[in-house]
């Protein structure tokens, strides 16, 4: 599967972003589909994660900021980000793992991701 993120940019404390993922050469209801991020220097950071079913996880410091959802006929995933805080700030990554959606862990360590899109907050 091949995974191009787009959306990010600079926004202001408290904004909201919407990331999108467009999927392919896959149907993408095999994967557990999320989002990680990564600061360059530290590992990467599971940010939210969606399975087949819908179901859904997110990392501790989401806190109800952010919603991930799925298209699964037009193969986009979406992340959107609100309440945003400095503390956001990083490299965004689209990522598939063959894999149950057990926990979050699952998308940060994943196989598959894309080239990323930076998201700033300040």
């Known amino acids: 599967v091949q995974l191009v993120e787009s959306g990010g940019g600079s926004v202001q404390v408290g904004g909201s972003l919407r990331l999108s993922c467009v999927a392919s050469g896959d149907t993408i209801s095999r994967y557990c589909m999320g989002w990680f991020r990564q600061i360059p220097g530290k590992e990467r950071e599971g940010v939210a994660a969606?399975?087949?079913?819908?179901?859904?996880s997110y990392g501790d410091f989401v806190k109800g900021r952010f919603t991930i959802s799925q298209d699964n006929a037009k193969k986009i995933l979406y992340l959107q980000m609100n309440s945003l805080k400095p503390e956001d700030t990083a490299m965004y990554f689209c990522a598939a793992e063959l894999a149950p959606c057990r926990h979050i862990d699952t998308v940060a360590s994943a196989f598959y991701w894309g080239q990323g899109t930076q998201v700033t907050v300040s």
């Open positions: 969606i399975d087949d079913y819908n179901y859904t």
